[in-house]
């Protein structure tokens, strides 16, 4: 088995008793019906609808993670924590 460091992709993971509920209706696919170390590609978008960023999002047991570009974290790590 090989595994290889993906430099160009980044994590942001969110937890909490609201994690589930805040991301629901923050990103454009139905976080609440995710099942347990499921996934599913999603995105986040302006109140007007611009796509902002598309990622790989999964639950773990008690997080919630995006996987994304490396260049679009802070940014999207930013407008999420407002």
Not at 11 to 21: M, R
Not at 36 to 62: D, N, V
Request: aromatic share 10%; hydrophobic share 45%; charged share 15%.
């Amino acid at each position: 088995m090989f595994f290889s460091p993906l430099r160009s992709s980044a994590l942001i993971a969110f937890g909490g008793d609201d994690a589930c509920a805040f991301l629901h209706g923050q990103l454009t696919s139905d976080v609440a019906g995710l099942a347990l170390q499921g996934s599913q590609y999603s995105g986040y978008c302006t109140p007007k609808g611009r796509l902002l960023a598309s990622f790989l999002l999964w639950r773990e047991t008690a997080n919630y993670v995006l996987q994304l570009p490396a260049s679009l974290r802070d940014a999207v790590h930013k407008r999420l924590s407002m």
